[in-house]
T-cell receptor, first 114, second 116 residues
Framework: GAVVSQHPSWVICKSGTSVKIECRSL??????MFWYRQFPKQSLMLMAT?????????EQGVEKDKFLINHASLTLSTLTVTSAHPEDSSFYIC??????????FGPGTRLTVT | GENVEQHPSTLSVQEGDSAVIKCTYS??????FPWYKQELGKRPQLIID?????GEKKDQRIAVTLNKTAKHFSLHITETQPEDSAVYFC???????????????FGQGTILTVHP
């Protein structure tokens, strides 16, 4: 099946700094990529949808200036958490779709802001 | 937008018993319904999915049923095993194009525990 990777798998940063997370589709071209946030014992909450070469569409309540998404190519999307604070600590998961129905998930990135 | 409700939030069964998880959705335009299994700290894994032109789909011990009229769908796991213990999520998606294309809305999740 199709493979989606994320980097880093975990990151610890200090409050006020920015963190960039990469999401790559390794063996297919991803027409659309998605970014989710998952707090402990909760469901996946969609943050934004991005298509290659266009601006991301953010879900209601998600600050686009805080969570910067860049979908630079058909195989790479990045999420930058700017001026991170402890409440941004979470599990961030990306996913990607190609031409089919299935959405392929990355392994997730555990962000801890101290 | 779409809203997906999932029940129960926790489910405990004995090994060998069946487990059923139910979901309802609100948007009649949704036409793709996947189920995911997520182990702690891992990515969600697709275990089965169903499209709106099908009422039931089965894959070994796992089956999904869909009732479009009532807007609900269910996951059935038979002959449960301890390794089935995980969090299960249902989801719904509109594939009709436009800005909502490919966007999954997840249920709240069900923690399934299978006791040996």
């Amino acid at each position: 099946g199709a493979v989606v990777s994320q980097h880093p798998s975990w990151v610890i940063c200090k409050s006020g700094t920015s963190v960039k997370i990469e999401c790559r589709s390794l063996d297919f071209q991803a027409t659309t990529m998605f970014w989710y946030r998952q707090f402990p014992k909760q469901s996946l909450m969609l943050m934004a949808t991005s298509n290659e070469g266009s601006k991301a569409t953010y879900e209601q309540g998600v600050e686009k200036d805080k969570f910067l998404i860049n979908h630079a190519s058909l195989t790479l999307s990045t999420l930058t958490v700017t001026s991170a604070h402890p409440e941004d600590s979470s599990f961030y998961i990306c996913s990607a779709t190609g031409e089919g129905y299935e959405q392929y998930f990355g392994p997730g990135t555990r962000l801890t802001v101290t | 937008g779409e809203n997906v409700e999932q029940h129960p939030s926790t489910l405990s069964v004995q090994e060998g018993d069946s487990a059923v998880i139910k979901c309802t959705y609100s948007d009649s335009a949704s036409n793709y319904f996947p189920w995911y299994k997520q182990e702690l700290g891992k990515r969600p894994q697709l275990i089965i999915d169903i499209r709106s032109n099908v009422g039931e789909k089965k894959d070994q011990r796992i089956a999904v049923t869909l009732n479009k009229t009532a807007k609900h769908f269910s996951l059935h796991i038979t002959e449960t095993q301890p390794e089935d213990s995980a969090v299960y999520f249902c989801a719904a998606r509109i594939n009709a194009g436009g800005t909502s294309y490919g966007k999954l809305t997840f249920g709240q999740g069900t923690i399934l525990t299978v006791h040996p």
